[in-house]
T-cell receptor, first 112, second 110 residues
Framework: DGGITQSPKYLFRKEGQNVTLSCEQN?????MYWYRQDPGQGLRLIYY???????QKGDIAEGYSVSREKKESFPLTVTSAQKNPTAFYLC???????????FGEGSRLTVL | EDKVVQSPLSLVVHEGDTVTLNCSYE??????LLWYKQEKKAPTFLFML??SGIEKKSGRLSSILDKKELFSILNITATQTGDSAVYLC??????????WGAGTKLIIKP
């Protein structure tokens, strides 16, 4: 079945450590996105990628980094520079431009 | 500043009731409005609305957009416990960027 796989589902880290969240899709979609979801707030865009080897900052890119070396993969690194990294992270993809977004199951990061 | 506001923030109804969820927006370069359902983790797509006044329907769910008054509603008739979820509204303002509302948490009691 086609879809988006995020891992790990739950992650605990100490302050000051970088962590990488994985996102893999087998939908053959060109565009991929990373969102952050916090209680009581709308989803906020961290980074997006329109095509392999290209990505753009979203609204809250500070303290995060991404790469897009393969069409299927769009990993997100939460660096120690991110002031408040504890959150629920959602990866999504779309065929080309946004018409319908397909989401992964999310990764919940807790920084202790 | 662009914004999308959903109301109510939460709603509790009984099975069989009809509910109306609201989404108002002030977004420069509006292109379309999207509704998603988030049951546990992954939001799933419901509707995309681009033209004013045209109702989109899928089973017991329907939605309409009013571009003059800058809002959309999502109706769910004959609600079931499986409709319990957070309903998210988002406005597309560029090819790849959306502004999201905070969501309406809907609880259906048996």
């Amino acid at each position: 079945d086609g879809g988006i796989t995020q891992s790990p589902k739950y992650l605990f880290r100490k302050e000051g450590q970088n962590v990488t969240l994985s996102c893999e899709q087998n939908l053959n979609h060109d565009a991929m996105y990373w969102y952050r979801q916090d209680p009581g707030q709308g989803l906020r865009l961290i980074y997006y990628s329109q095509i392999v080897n290209d990505f753009q900052k979203g609204d809250i890119a500070e303290g995060y980094s991404v790469s897009r070396e393969k069409k299927e993969s769009f990993p997100l690194t939460v660096t120690s520079a991110q002031k408040n990294p504890t959150a629920f992270y959602l990866c999504a993809s779309s065929i080309y431009r946004i018409g319908e977004l397909f989401f992964g199951e999310g990764s919940r990061l807790t920084v202790l | 500043e662009d914004k999308v506001v959903q109301s109510p923030l939460s709603l509790v109804v009984h099975e069989g009731d009809t509910v109306t969820l609201n989404c108002s927006y002030e977004v420069t370069n509006f292109r379309s409005l999207l509704w998603y359902k988030q049951e546990k983790k992954a939001p799933t797509f419901l509707f995309m609305l681009t033209s004013s006044g045209i109702e989109k329907k899928s089973g017991r769910l329907s939605s309409i957009l009013d571009k003059k008054e800058l809002f959309s509603i999502l109706n769910i008739t004959a609600t079931q416990t499986g409709d319990s979820a957070v309903y998210l509204c988002a406005v597309l303002y560029s090819n790849y960027q959306l502004i999201w509302g905070a969501g309406t948490k809907l609880i259906i009691k048996p």
